[in-house]
């Protein structure tokens, strides 16, 4: 598996660079954005909830009865971010990676001591594309915010794999339908990291496992939120 990261990474510096949001050529070689997808980074700052990472208001907040103590979201699931989850979920490519955890290395999450744990891959998933994007993620997490990555997760692979890619809101939410359970010592504070927060049950999923396993606190930090149809977008752009 390695190689092959290794082999990816190689191959991502001899195709000539395009920006991941527009497909522009970048005026910085090495940038995986343009000046302008980066300005137009949908960044979610200002008054957020806690528990979903929504705007306020939240209405009746989808995580009121989440298993986590708190979850962040760096940018809404749109325009250039879109770009960077798409590239990271096929590519794996550590660059991109670097790129989505700089604006999720919030200080205050990582003032205390926890361990950072990347959402297990689907196995069907993770044998057809060979990517890992959770854990390129947490990696890139760890090397800005000192805290060490442990694998505590593992996902089981279902009878008929059903993957959450693609799958409707209300079958992703289904009871069981991800099954996640905890590998080895789980360290007491953990943050489970993952791209995309949709509708929030791999992350539930995630923390109940990791809480059964004995973690006394479990938040969740995320690249992406996916705004939920119809949320309704009176908050201030600030972007
Ligand atoms: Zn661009
Ligand atoms: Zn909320």
């Not at 980074?41 to 103590?69: F, K, T, Y």
């Not at 798409?86 to 955890?101: D, P």
């Not at 789980?186 to 109940?208: E, F, I, K, W």
């Not at 809480?211 to 309704?232: D, E, H, Q, W, Y």
């Amino acid at each position: 598996m390695l190689v092959m990261e290794q082999f990816r990474e190689l191959v991502s510096l001899l195709v000539p660079p395009v920006c991941l949001g527009c497909g522009c050529e970048p005026s910085d070689s090495r940038a995986v954005l343009c000046e302008g997808c980066a300005e137009e980074m949908p960044r979610l700052i200002g008054a957020l909830c806690q528990r979903c990472a929504l705007p306020l208001p939240c209405e009746i907040c989808p995580a009121r009865i989440a298993p986590w103590e708190s979850a962040t979201a760096a940018c809404s699931h749109e325009g250039p971010a879109r770009g960077l989850v798409m590239a990271l979920k096929s590519s794996g490519a550590k660059r991109v990676a670097a790129q989505m955890a700089k604006l999720m290395a919030e200080p205050q999450l990582y003032a205390q001591p926890v361990a950072l744990v990347p959402m297990p891959p689907d196995p069907a998933r993770l044998r057809a594309t060979g990517v890992n994007h959770a854990r390129v993620l947490a990696d890139q997490l760890s090397c800005l915010t000192g805290r060490p990555v442990v694998r505590a997760l593992e996902r089981l692979p279902r009878a008929k794999s059903v993957r959450q890619v693609g799958a409707s809101r209300k079958e992703r939410q289904q009871p069981g339908r991800i099954q996640i359970s905890s590998r080895g010592t789980v360290p007491p504070r953990c943050v489970v990291v993952d791209d995309v927060y949709t509708t929030g049950a791999s992350l539930q999923a995630a923390c109940l496992g990791l809480i059964r396993g004995g973690a006394k606190t479990v938040n969740c930090s995320v690249f992406a939120r996916a705004l939920p149809p119809g949320f309704n977008r009176s908050m201030p752009r600030t972007w």
